[in-house]
C-alpha cells in the first residue's frame, strides 16, 4: 500500500540527507551554533572538501544555510526544515497508536471474566 501522504520529494530529500551519520554529527554540532567548515571537519577523520559534500547536501535539503562572517564561510542549523518532518511523522504514529487501540480492545474482550468467588 503506497501512503499518499509519504509521495514528497522535499520530504525524500531530508530523509536522505538525515541517513549518514556523518550529517547527523554535524547537525548535533551546529545545535551549539554557527560553525565555520574546518571547525565542522575537525572531529572527522576525512577531508574538508568531504565535509564540504555533506554540507551540501544538508544544504539542498534545506537543514543547513550558509552565510560569510568576514573572511569564514558559516553554517548554521536551519531547523525549520525538521519541522516538515514531524505531520509525516505523526501521520505514521496516528496508525499505530490506531492499530494498538483496536489490539487492546480485541485483548480486553479475551480476559476471563472477573467475577467474585468470595
Known amino acids: ?9 522535499r520530504l525524500d530529500r531530508l530523509f ?19 560553525e565555520g567548515v574546518m ?4 572531529p572527522f577523520d576525512m577531508s574538508q572538501p568531504a565535509i564540504s559534500r555533506h554540507i551540501k547536501v ?8 550558509r552565510h560569510r562572517q568576514g ?3 558559516m553554517c548554521r542549523l536551519a531547523p525549520d526544515a525538521l519541522g516538515e518532518i514531524e505531520p ?16 487492546d480492545a480485541v485483548l480486553e474482550t479475551m ?5 467474585g468467588d468470595d
Not at 536522505?16 to 554557527?34: E, P
Not at 571547525?39 to 575537525?42: G, S
Not at 544538508?58 to 544555510?65: N, R
Open 1 to 9: 500500500m503506497v501512503m499518499d501522504e509519504s509521495v514528497n520529494p
Open 16 to 34: 536522505s540527507a538525515l541517513a549518514d551519520s556523518t550529517r547527523r554529527s554535524i547537525l548535533m554540532k551546529l545545535t551549539n551554533g554557527d
Open 39 to 42: 571547525e565542522l571537519a575537525a
Open 58 to 65: 544538508l544544504e539542498a535539503a534545506g537543514l543547513v544555510t
Open 71 to 73: 573572511t569564514h564561510r
Open 88 to 103: 509525516w511523522l505523526d501521520i505514521i504514529a496516528d496508525r499505530y497508536r490506531s492499530n494498538y487501540n483496536r489490539l
Open 111 to 115: 480476559k476471563p471474566s472477573q467475577q
